[in-house]
């Protein structure tokens, strides 16, 4: 059978090369693909948002499968477009594919199921937003000091109550004269300010825990993690006014806070049958000690103790079996790769977000520890009978390190001339995937075309070892091997949590 997977990352790489070693796989054809699925898989100068083309191009080529990687081409609707041309592909459809798309729909059939997740509230303008976040309950105590004729003493319960009574205080048409101040009393500790504009900057800055999401697709951005609530305001800023997201941006959640260590579950399911993945953990920051900038993803490893058998069971059982369930119920099944996002807190794990596809760099690691054939069990979730699957793992760990371009996440550069990738490819139970590489031809004529650098995560570069240490140690020999001028890795992926202090 020939197959087709749809997209350009280390993800669609590992796809790819785990498709390849099914023996009944003849070709496997990567669209638009890397300098990483040109040497794996056949590269098709197709791009995921151009379903006719794909679409015509699957027909003339008779490919038996297309695999859907990004979440893009699924909210756009690609497997909709398929199915109606009568082709066989993997992922969900686009109604579906909105428990990632719209954060507010997984919310609200979150909230219908009663799967564990934070309390949100939804809104539409930036007006209500602010007034939501300045009536959050802060607690502070205003006093006037000075000439004011204002009672003395106020308790307000919320930002909004105590910018007020700051304001009355303070007002100016009072004619008070100079001398009246205002003191703010939060738990305890007093601090004294004489104009509107100070006393508003430290109740702003209180701290509060908020989390502000833009609604829709923001490329893994758009969610805004604030300590304070001029944070929380900055982010509905952005958001809503300034719409730095677009249209993803219409609609604004807002939730508590959760505290606790972080996590994800994959699991394939065609509907009816759920079969967990091995479990696995990423690493979002950009540097090591989980220190600097949010990322796409830095480096992953598997299995991850964090995940227990116990754990797992609760996951399927208070989230997966809710959530596909839900989905069924609300006419918009669910057939492909559904990821929890899952926050570890003391009342159980809750639910920070569904992805609809494949998690990278999680993939990658997972994948390299599949033994069975990855095509029958996708197959066997769009044919729904993934009953008859029973996935088979290789027992050792895998881990992952990914090489960014210098500069990643913020700006950075391309073209960067990448070498002895074949070198580090040798290593024993080693196999660098491509994220953002491209070929280019070399200029001396008669010589192999470049692997060149060309987005922000350019390689994962992924081992199997009898202990994670050891998986680890091969997966840095192999980082070690990789000429990339410029290329940035954290050293410290799926290294022992420091050892906690003696008594
Ligand atoms: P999301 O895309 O919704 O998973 O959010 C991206 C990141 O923001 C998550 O990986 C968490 O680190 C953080 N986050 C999201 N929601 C919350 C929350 N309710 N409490 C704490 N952190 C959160």
Do not use: C, H
């Given at each position: 059978m020939k197959v087709l997977v749809i997209g350009k990352g280390g993800r669609e790489h590992a796809l790819c090369w785990k498709l390849k070693q099914?023996?009944?796989?003849t070709t496997v054809y990567c669209a638009p693909g890397n300098a990483g699925t040109a040497l794996d898989a056949q590269n098709v100068a197709i791009e995921p948002g151009d379903h006719r083309g794909l679409a015509q191009f699957a027909r003339r080529e008779g490919i038996g499968l297309t695999i859907v990687g990004p979440e893009e081409p699924l909210a756009k609707g690609l497997v909709d477009f398929f199915q109606r041309e009568g082709l066989r592909i993997f992922g969900p459809r686009r109604d579906a594919a909105e428990l990632e798309g719209s954060k507010v729909f997984a919310k609200e059939l979150m909230r219908q199921a009663g799967i564990p997740t934070a309390d949100y509230r939804v809104f539409r303008s930036a007006p209500d937003a602010e007034h939501y976040i300045l009536s959050r309950e802060v607690a502070l105590v205003v006093r006037s000091r000075g000439?004011?004729?204002?009672?003395?003493t106020i308790h307000c319960r919320t930002a909004a109550e105590t910018l007020e009574a700051v304001e009355r205080i303070l007002d100016?048409?009072?004619?008070?004269?100079?001398g009246v101040q205002v003191e703010i009393e939060d738990r305890g500790a007093r601090k004294v300010f004489g104009t509107f504009a100070e006393a508003r900057d430290y109740v702003l800055n209180c701290p509060l825990g908020l989390v502000v999401k833009a609604d829709g697709l923001a490329a893994g951005k758009g969610v805004y993690v604030c300590g304070t609530l001029r944070q929380a305001l900055e982010a509905i800023d952005q958001i809503?006014?300034?719409?730095?997201?677009g249209q993803a941006g219409d609609r604004v959640l807002i939730e508590e806070r959760l505290d606790g260590r972080e996590t994800s579950v994959l699991a394939l399911t065609d509907g009816r049958t759920i079969v967990p993945l091995v479990s696995s953990q990423d690493y979002k920051r950009a540097l090591d000690g989980d220190e600097g900038p949010n990322t796409g993803g830095m480096g992953a490893f598997s299995p991850?103790?964090?995940?227990?058998s116990d754990l797992m069971e609760e996951v399927e059982r208070e989230i997966l079996v809710p959530i596909v369930h839900a989905l069924k119920r609300a006419r918009k099944p669910f057939r492909g790769v559904i990821y929890a996002g899952l926050m570890l807190t003391n009342q159980g794990p809750k639910v920070l977000e569904f992805n609809v596809r494949f998690g990278d760099p999680e993939t990658q690691v997972i994948l390299m520890r599949l033994k069975s054939d990855l095509l029958d069990a996708l197959e066997a979730v769009v044919d729904e009978r993934l009953d008859q699957v029973e996935l088979e793992w290789d027992p050792r760990p895998s881990v992952t390190v990914v090489m960014a371009a210098e500069g990643y996440p913020g700006p950075y550069e391309r073209n960067r001339w990448i070498q002895n990738v074949e070198g580090a490819d040798r290593l024993p139970d080693v196999k660098v995937f491509h994220a953002g590489t491209k070929l280019r031809p070399d200029p001396e004529a008669g010589r192999e075309p470049r692997i060149v650098s060309d987005g922000g995560r350019v390689l994962n570069v992924t081992a199997l070892g009898d202990d994670l240490a050891k998986a680890r140690e091969r997966a840095y020999e192999a980082v070690a091997k990789i000429r990339f001028p410029g290329g940035l890795y954290r050293r410290d992926i799926a290294a022992e949590p420091a050892p906690a202090p003696e008594a």
């Open positions: 099914s023996p009944r796989v000439r004011s004729m204002i009672r003395n100016p048409r009072e004619m008070l004269g100079p809503m006014v300034r719409r730095v997201y991850t103790p964090m995940v227990t």
